[in-house]
């Protein structure tokens, strides 16, 4: 197996730490880690990068600002910044080009809780060609530029404030693959946030929505890894087929 490649991206005053998982085809994906503890070693301790790679799937991720290697104080980020951010890595590794090149390889992102909400801003800048969008968070645009903070935290606090998010609208522009993965016993996002999120990409070429039974938002991964091995694989599959050039 091919050895893990660390690589720096420099973001305004911030050098944003990553990785690349290398795997025996040239099939990739993006992953964005979600808020508070996440990191992109999040991933590798759930054992999900790990069984991409073993399924011929090439991985990258990056720390961002706050969080893991990256480090800094979170409060200087945003939503917004996150977004960029993921835009300088995308550049910088030469992951994918912008909508505007029509030669640029496709890219196939994954997006966990927070990340979610990232990956579904990505595809109005980047030629996604697949979304996975695993225990999905989406916020109202009042949130989007506001660093985190109490600020933030007072608006995406209101009642249903998800409700009037953007994600509805930008992912009815869709026309890549989307698979949307939801926890049944999931205390942080509810059930109708996934379920309109598949709906709502009413152009995407293929979509679907996979609940798993009795998984919480933070230990959906750990629970198949450790409990139900079968299920893992499923979903594994499920994942390798998004983006997938027919």
């Known amino acids: 197996m091919q050895a893990i490649e660390s690589f720096d991206v420099s973001y305004e005053n911030a050098i944003l730490k990553g990785d690349f998982h290398p795997a025996a085809s040239s099939r990739h994906m993006l992953l964005l880690h979600g808020a508070g503890v996440s990191s992109r070693a999040t991933a590798s301790r759930s054992g999900l990068r790990p069984a991409l790679q073993q399924r011929g799937i090439a991985t990258t991720s990056f720390d961002c600002i706050g969080h893991g290697d990256t480090g800094g104080v979170l409060s200087i980020s945003s939503l917004h910044s996150r977004t960029r951010q993921a835009e300088a890595v995308i550049a910088a590794r ?33 030629q996604v060609a697949g979304l996975v969008l695993i225990v999905p968070g989406v916020y109202a645009p009042a949130a989007y530029s506001l660093p985190f903070g109490p600020q933030f935290s007072e608006v995406i606090r209101r009642d249903r404030s998800w409700a009037g998010s953007d994600a509805w609208e930008i992912l009815k522009q869709f026309k890549g693959d989307l698979l949307v993965i939801a926890a049944e016993r999931d ?24 609940v798993v039974a009795d998984a919480d938002h933070n230990h959906l991964f750990p629970l198949l890894t450790a409990e139900r091995p079968a299920e893992f694989d499923e979903l594994l599959a499920l994942m390798a087929g998004c983006g997938r050039q027919h």
Do not use: D, F, H, W
Request: hydrophobic share 45%.
């Open 187 to 210: 205390a942080v996002i509810p059930l109708e946030i996934p379920e309109r999120l598949v709906l709502s990409a009413r152009q995407a070429r293929s979509r679907r929505l996979r």
């Open 94 to 126: 030469k992951l994918a080009g912008p909508l505007a090149n029509p030669l640029a390889g496709p890219l196939v992102i994954c997006g966990a809780s927070m990340g979610a909400y990232n990956a579904i801003r990505l595809t109005q800048t980047q």
